[in-house]
Antibody, heavy 127, light 107 residues
Framework: QVLLQESGPGLVKPSGTLSLTCAVSGDSINTINWWAWVRQPPGKGLEWIGEVYHTGSTIYNPSLKRRITISVDKSKSQFSLNLRSVTAADTAVYYC????????????????????WGQGTLVTVSS | DIQLTQSPSSLSASVGDRVTITCRASQSISSYLSWYQQKPGKAPKLLLYATSTLQSGVPSRFSGSGSGTDFTLTISSLQAGDFATYYCQQSYRTPPTFGGGTRVEIK
């Protein structure tokens, strides 16, 4: 059973950089899965931030692309998020998650879904 | 981005009730739809993927249907542990997007 655990500061000053790490255990980070970050502002819905593959390839949400970097450290079985120039609007619970791929009976891709999640960490942007 | 609109945004129901939640996409997403359950203070939990395939360990009272732009999540007989917020999510196009959520409350 894969376990994901977020870590990082719970408070970041405006204009600063939010940095979080997700430790992966119970599964190799070197698989066909992608590793993602999703956030949820207090009382609101879910927003996909971006994801990384074990090769270092990344896909980012265009709305955040200018401010984010997601990287992977295979030797430590972890991946990280850096979000620059934060404002109060970036206050949220940040989740890391594993994105898995599913195939139909003929072997064709049929879905992708976030099947394992960390417990989440609240990051507040405030001076 | 593909927009997902869930309805209703909230509902009240009793244990044993049949509950249906709908998710409408702003364009066709084939069957690339997943459903998640989220309880307060917890991470989302994957219930179904590919519209109607139950994730391992998810009770069979949960079912999904639809294709193209219109999808439904049905709970055949609501149990106490099912009171939560439910989200749909599309994986047809990047960025993956989520619906706004449906909160299922106790009547």
């Amino acid at each position: 059973q894969v376990l994901l655990q977020e870590s990082g500061p719970g408070l970041v000053k405006p204009s600063g950089t939010l940095s979080l790490t997700c430790a992966v255990s119970g599964d190799s980070i070197n698989t066909i899965n992608w590793w993602a970050w999703v956030r949820q502002p207090p009382g609101k819905g879910l927003e996909w931030i971006g994801e990384v593959y074990h090769t270092g390839s990344t896909i980012y949400n265009p709305s955040l692309k200018r401010r984010i970097t997601i990287s992977v450290d295979k030797s430590k079985s972890q991946f990280s998020l850096n979000l620059r120039s934060v404002t109060a609007a970036d206050t949220a619970v940040y989740y890391c998650a594993r994105k898995s791929f599913y195939y139909d009976t003929t072997g064709h891709p049929s879905a992708q879904a976030f099947d394992s999640w960390g417990q989440g960490t609240l990051v507040t942007v405030s001076s | 981005d593909i927009q997902l609109t869930q309805s209703p945004s909230s509902l009240s129901a009793s244990v044993g009730d049949r509950v249906t939640i709908t998710c409408r996409a702003s364009q066709s997403i084939s069957s690339y739809l997943s459903w998640y359950q989220q309880k307060p203070g917890k991470a989302p939990k994957l219930l179904l993927y590919a519209t109607s395939t139950l994730q391992s360990g998810v009770p069979s009272r949960f079912s999904g249907s639809g294709s193209g732009t219109d999808f439904t999540l049905t709970i055949s007989s609501l149990q106490a542990g099912d009171f939560a917020t439910y989200y749909c999510q599309q994986s047809y196009r990047t960025p993956p997007t989520f619906g706004g959520g449906t909160r299922v409350e106790i009547k």
